[in-house]
């Protein structure tokens, strides 16, 4: 049975959302916005009150513009 990311793994792939994020130059509001949620639910993902499953991340990744290996793995290939 596969392991599950620890701790300091999620914490890690929340740095790389916001600052995913922050690179597209989008603040909570409008990254919210692109995804029809309240600000509250990117506030809850980054903040780590809420997780993402895999269809969530990948919308975040193609909002902000990156690869969905950029988030998982924090590299930074082309797109």
Same mark, same amino acid.
């Given at each position: 049975?596969p392991?599950?990311?620890?701790?300091?793994?999620?914490?890690?792939?929340?740095?790389?959302?916001?600052?995913?994020?922050?690179?597209? @130059?989008?603040?909570?509001?409008?990254?919210?916005?692109?995804?029809?949620?309240?600000q509250?639910?990117?506030?809850?993902?980054? @903040? @780590?009150e809420?997780?993402?499953?895999?269809?969530?991340?990948?919308?975040?990744?193609?909002?902000?513009?990156?690869?969905?290996?950029c988030?998982?793995? @924090?590299?930074?290939?082309?797109?």
């Amino acid at each position: 049975m596969p392991r599950r990311p620890s701790r300091r793994e999620y914490e890690r792939f929340r740095e790389r959302l916001r600052t995913a994020r922050i690179r597209a @130059g989008l603040t909570q509001e409008q990254a919210a916005a692109g995804l029809g949620r309240p600000q509250s639910y990117i506030s809850k993902v980054e @903040g @780590g009150e809420r997780k993402l499953d895999a269809l969530e991340a990948v919308s975040l990744a193609r909002l902000y513009g990156c690869a969905i290996e950029c988030l998982l793995a @924090g590299t930074r290939p082309p797109l």
